[in-house]
């Protein structure tokens, strides 16, 4: 199994402060994604990197991939409440059908 | 377009008892994958299903099991419940793997054991 380790594990920030969540692995990955879960919902995808160093941009959120694809960041910039939920990452399994998921990192942003 | 259905919602069941959840994909997904969510182990993958064949399934017991029909819905039955199978479980669409395009995800069923 390729183990994939989230940090922090939990954050709370003040409105419109930045924040960067991290997702580390000893393993390389063809890919990685990021999703954010709301209490009470399935995760939400937000993002998949492939390519080694590349960056995506979505709104405030920066993702990053790392140049060797064993990890990944995401960045947040002047967070918002509506920010607040867990962020978790998720890269293929060795079969590649499915994919694991770090434990996540809870985000809490208040005003 | 409709998203991921899953049923029920919740549910409560006495330890020892059996329970079947339901999984309704995207129109035109064939994979579909289960997880157990749980605080302590965040989300651990149980197993993946596509044109009704199981591809690739997580170490779990074998209390745990699905399946998949011809119209891509799917279905887990976890036998001879115990404490710890309370969780949350959600169901995940694509449409080939979700390494390639993503998952899409119900809002899931929270299972109670008493």
């Known amino acids: 199994t390729q183990l994939l380790e989230q940090s922090p594990q939990f954050l709370s920030i003040q409105e419109g402060e930045n924040l960067t969540v991290y997702c580390n692995s000893s393993s390389v990955f063809s890919s990685l994604q990021w999703y954010r879960q709301e209490p009470g919902e399935g995760p939400v995808l937000l993002v998949t990197?492939?390519?080694?160093?590349e960056v995506k941009k979505l709104k405030r959120l920066t993702f990053q991939f790392g140049d060797a694809r064993k990890d990944s960041s995401l960045h947040i910039t002047a967070a918002q409440p509506g920010d607040t939920g867990l962020y978790l990452c998720a890269g293929p399994t060795n079969s590649g059908y499915a994919l694991n998921f770090g434990k996540g990192t809870s985000l809490l942003v208040t005003p | 377009k409709a998203g991921v259905t899953q049923t029920p919602r919740y549910l409560i069941k006495t330890r020892g008892q059996q329970v079947t959840l339901s999984c309704s994909p995207i129109?035109?997904?064939?994979?579909v994958s289960w997880y157990q969510q749980t605080p302590g182990q965040g989300l651990q993958f149980l197993f993946e299903?596509?044109?009704?064949?199981?591809?690739n399934k997580g170490n779990f017991p074998g209390r745990f099991s699905g399946r998949q029909f011809s119209n891509s819905r799917s279905e887990m039955n976890v036998s001879t419940l115990e404490l710890g199978d309370s969780a949350l479980y959600l169901c995940?669409?694509?449409?080939?793997?979700?390494?390639?395009?993503?998952?899409?995800f119900g809002s899931g069923t929270r299972l109670t054991v008493v």
């Open positions: 129109s035109g997904h064939r994979s």
């Open positions: 995940a669409s694509s449409l080939e793997g979700g390494n390639n395009y993503g998952y899409t």
């Open positions: 990197v492939v390519t080694g160093g």
């Open positions: 299903y596509f044109s009704e064949t199981q591809r």
